[in-house]
């Protein structure tokens, strides 16, 4: 078994790519790591010439008749600069945010 293990096995890579990699251990606490999970693929921080061109976006899809949803930069009086992921409706694919 063991000379059978030596000759087959191969070393890997795996790839935890994405925006959001998580690895989450047998010992972790669940709830915890869903709310971190989730909070890690929903929100983005970005330095503050990022966030000024994302909100010129979404101004500009609402100027345009685009619906936003949900997201955006209510982040419930937290002073940084984060953008919740977004959702818009009643948009076209030759809008600017299409």
């Known amino acids: 078994m063991k000379a059978t293990g030596n000759s087959n096995l191969k070393p890997v890579t795996l790839e935890l790519g994405g925006k959001s990699p998580l690895l989450i251990f047998y010992d972790a606490d669940v709830n915890t790591a869903a709310v971190l ?18 909100l010129s976006y979404i101004e500009h899809g609402k100027r345009e008749g685009a619906t936003l949803v949900t997201g955006g930069t209510d982040n419930n009086g937290i002073e940084e600069l984060i953008i919740r992921g977004l959702k818009f409706v009643n948009w076209g694919w030759n809008f600017e945010i299409g």
Do not use: E, H
Request: aromatic residues 6%.
């Open 37 to 54: 999970a989730l909070s890690g693929a929903l929100m983005n921080k970005v330095d503050k010439t990022q966030y000024d061109k994302i």
